[in-house]
């Protein structure tokens, strides 16, 4: 793993904007040197192979820190655009529509304030993230009572975990493990389709066939058009693809962002019709798709 910013510190980048301007934590992933790698001697293979578990244990990482819901403590409903603090570290995330919220955050001791407009703020201290079942984020929820006077009106130690994703916590330590790597992978059912490269035609057609196989878990629609007027596609998977699930973290893959980086779209076709095809079919790949949107 290389530090980029030893290549080059660019500032007020995309993943800059993500971050500042909404609740997203985004990374640039260089794959290769060589963009064109073969994909008639194994090469394109090669890479797919490198990067397959990368990509799964990407989807789970959404899952650290802590994460919750903020209601009103009368009504019961959900309260949006509260601002979740953590002492110590200057920027807030905030609350969505249906009041759930997400924190990326390493192990450690936290104090954890929000605020809402129209409520007073409330504060629990000593939260401990131990991120131990590395999948397995803290469940936190806050419930605001309605008012405008600035104190915090709870000292709460939290320690309970949420167990939800114990199972995809243990394939995870088995991926990492050399020892039972193979296992898993062996189980999982591989793509029939040879190792190719796609031009703008042939991908369009590739997702869109992937969609009319898998049409209860994808989702295909253009986000707006290239300098030549090219649809820009995306791809959902989901157990509820067109529903932004309340509680769910969402994990985007974004793949040739320039034109002539065409390993980084390989991958991810390969990855989606993985992640199809084993749904259904693999426990683990099942709870991936179920547990994140």
């Known amino acids: 793993i290389t530090n980029g910013a030893k290549w080059y510190d660019v500032t007020g980048g995309m993943q800059d904007f993500n971050y500042i301007h909404s609740n997203a934590f985004e990374i640039t992933i260089e794959l290769s040197c060589c963009k064109y790698l073969s994909s008639q001697n194994g090469g394109l293979e090669k890479e797919w192979d490198n990067n397959r578990e990368a990509l799964l244990n990407y989807m789970e990482m959404s899952h650290l820190g802590i994460k919750g819901f903020i209601r009103d403590s009368h009504a019961r409903t959900a309260i949006s655009g509260a601002l979740i603090q953590i002492e110590g570290i200057l920027h807030p995330v905030r609350s969505v529509l249906s009041g759930a919220y997400w924190r990326l955050l390493l192990p450690g001791l936290y104090k954890v304030t929000v605020t809402a407009s129209g409520y007073l703020p409330q504060t629990k201290y000593n939260v401990n993230v131990t991120n131990k079942n590395i999948t397995n984020a803290l469940r936190l929820d806050f419930d605001l009572q309605p008012g405008s006077v600035d104190v915090s009106i709870s000292n709460q130690d939290t320690t309970s975990t949420n167990k939800i994703y114990d199972t995809l916590s243990d394939y995870s330590r088995k991926l990492m493990s050399s020892d ?84 980084g779209r390989e991958c991810l076709i390969r990855f989606i019709e993985y992640l199809c095809v084993n749904y259904r079919k693999n426990d683990y790949v099942t709870k991936l798709i179920d547990n994140v949107s």
């Open 180 to 263: 039972s790597r193979d296992e898993i992978l062996k189980i999982l059912i591989e793509p029939t389709d040879k190792f190719q490269y796609h031009n703008y035609e042939s991908m369009v057609n590739k997702l869109k066939e992937l969609n009319q196989q898998y049409p209860n878990i994808t989702s295909i629609y253009s986000i707006g058009k290239s300098v030549e007027k090219r649809d820009l596609w995306v791809i959902i998977i989901s157990d509820q693809p067109l529903v932004h699930e309340a509680g769910e973290p969402e994990v985007r893959y974004v793949g040739n962002i320039h034109g002539d980086e065409s390993v």
